[in-house]
């Protein structure tokens, strides 16, 4: 069985920095995508940043330059570094994770930024 659990979420003042961890039940080279969404309150959940197999990188727009998505092979952890945050990245944190063409999501960590 498939399970990604995330960690790391807090509140923090606006400007500050958190890093977000996803734990993968299995190893995350097996994965042909991990990523990092998010679902602020009353609004949809969107994509934050992605990492396929090869190690290439994907950012929204609003995180460009501020967040670092990274994949720790050895540990089976996917990380979100997040930096500069802004009241607006105030949202409930997903990992998903695709392997062998289904979806899986973790439970969501809270991201709160305070400003």
Known sequence: QVQLKESGGDLVPAGGSLRLSCAASR???SFNVMG???????????LVAVVPRDGSTNYADSVKGRFTISRDNAKN?????????????TAVYYCKGIFL????????????VSS
């Open 77 to 89: 952890v996917v990380y979100l570094q997040m930096n500069s945050l802004k009241p607006e990245d």
């Open 101 to 112: 063409s289904r979806d899986y999501w973790g439970q969501g960590t809270q991201v709160t």
């Open 36 to 46: 990092w969404y998010r679902q602020a309150p009353g609004k949809q959940r969107e």
């Open 27 to 29: 190893s995350i080279s």
